[in-house]
């Protein structure tokens, strides 16, 4: 992944309260890259610091901080691999990784790292205060890594995870995207026609002063309501969404029945499918390659998979290796995995490679879901143009169904 080195942003500001040599109280601003140099500076100029607290105007900041994703997560895994495997002291890298960062927010979290590891923390330990973007399974990579003696070995193992993790990730979203778009556009054009073109035919029906074919009455029926209702249209989209977002987060049977249709969605279903065994394979490999046992390896798998389905399937299987039983045993058992991985694996532990034939079973479905994607993608660009012409057309149709009507009746 190449590495793009933006401009300088700007440092912190720290007020503070303190005391100088000759006891008088002063009171202050300071521009510092992080809270442990703006320390530093104020005592070497002689001040016996009483507080100091980064000043932050949290109206404006709600409104302007910058959300740290996923792929903020990756572009700082690798840069500090690099810095690392270059020979660089960790906390001299944090100092370079933060300078070339984009986002304040990313920024702000690596300063916070570097101030812990300065003050004795370990980098695993360091990590672990910022749960909302490094998950247990990444401090645990690291907390090997800093226990072995091998962190740069592992920051690099991460790194490659978290590149292909995300890569994987931007796949499945543009996949998503076209049937998001071909509903949106649908629902835009069917809107346009019903509120603005269908009202102009309404007037000219209106002097025919005969009874319209059904077909078009329901047509002019449905403009009428939609112009006069389509606020409670609106609504109720909105209202629908935010049930099912809030039954999603609550209930786990709800999330059990969505993952499986996601699974049986036609097309749809199997890149998700796949896109799953890629990322348990990927994940799997990393972690065991890393030297974490098989079973707590197969949990930091399963909350991977993000499908209720499977990750109660892999943490079935970590309790049938808990009692002796081999892996590709275990998952033929659940009759969730294809053929191929399981004999893959199979290969794995009978030659002491588990870790290589696992990523032989991620690179070859990750290129499955690749060669998905752009199947979808080409087969929903004429999908799109079939939808609207049966929508314009079915609109055209209904509109002059009385003009054919009455041509008839002349």
Sequence with gaps: MALKINKKIPDPIYSYEGVDPKGKILKGELSARSLTLAKITLKKKGLNLK???????????????????????????RQLATMIKAGVPLVQSFEIVADGLDNPSMREVVL??????????????????????FDHLFCSLVD??????????????????KEKSQVLKQKIKK??????????????????????????FQDLFASFGSELPAFTQVVVDLSKWMQQYWWMLIGFIVALSYALIQTKKRSKAFRDRLDRLSLKIPILGDLVYKSIIARFSRTLATTYAAGVPLIDALEFTAGATNNVIFQDAVMKIRDDIATGQQLQLAMRASQLFPSMAVQMVAIGEE??????????????????????????TAMMEPLIMAVLGVLVGGLVIAMYLPIFKMGSVV
Aim: hydrophobic share 45%; with cysteine; glycine share 6%.
């Design 144 to 161: 090997s890594g800093e226990q072995s003696g091998s962190l740069e070995l592992m920051l690099d193992r991460v790194a490659i995870y």
């Design 51 to 77: 507080s100091i607290r980064e000043k932050r105007h949290r109206r404006f900041d709600a409104l302007t901080k910058k959300k740290i994703k996923s792929l903020d997560i990756c572009i700082f895994t």
């Design 351 to 376: 030659s002491g490679s588990l870790d290589a034939m696992l990523d032989k079973v991620a690179n070859h479905f990750e290129s499955e879901v690749d060669n998905a994607v752009d199947g979808l």
């Design 175 to 200: 996949a998503m995207k076209y049937p998001a778009t071909v509903t949106l556009v649908a629902l835009v054009v069917t809107i346009i026609l019903m509120v603005k073109v269908v009202p102009i």
């Design 112 to 133: 916070g790292i570097k101030s812990h590891v300065e003050g004795g923390t370990t980098f695993a330990r360091a990590l672990a205060h910022y749960p909302q973007h």
